[in-house]
Nanobody
Framework: QVQLVESGGGLVQPGGSLRLSCAAS????????MAWFRQAPGKQRELVAR???????NYADSVKGRFTVSRDNAKNTVYLQMDSLKPEDTAVYYC?????????WGQGTQVTVSS
């Protein structure tokens, strides 16, 4: 059973940066498209970015130019570099496969952007 563990969140001021990590255990996930999602209080979970097995990436319009998704298949890990953070980026961030969710959702990692 694959387990996903997200980490790297925290409290950051507007304009700051964070790097999130998503480590998968239990199975090689290199064949899967992986994605980062986020869920803000009172809102539905939304897709932030996705990355194919070979590294092709796509982003939501709201984060394009500020976030960068990458992966290290040898480490079964996906990353999300977040720059120029805004208060509206505040949410719990999760990773999973895309478009079909094959793995059990992890706990997520909280990102709070506030002065």
């Amino acid at each position: 059973q694959v387990q996903l563990v997200e980490s790297g969140g925290g409290l950051v001021q507007p304009g700051g940066s964070l790097r999130l990590s998503c480590a998968a255990s239990g199975r090689i996930f290199s064949i899967y498209v992986m994605a980062w999602f986020r869920q803000a209080p009172g809102k539905q979970r939304e897709l932030v970015a996705r990355i194919g097995s070979a590294g092709a990436a796509n982003y939501a319009d709201s984060v394009k130019g500020r976030f960068t998704v990458s992966r290290d298949n040898a480490k079964n890990t996906v990353y999300l570099q977040m720059d120029s953070l805004k208060p509206e980026d505040t949410a719990v961030y999760y990773c999973n496969s895309y478009p079909s969710v094959y793995f059990t959702w992890g706990q997520g990692t909280q990102v709070t952007v506030s002065s």
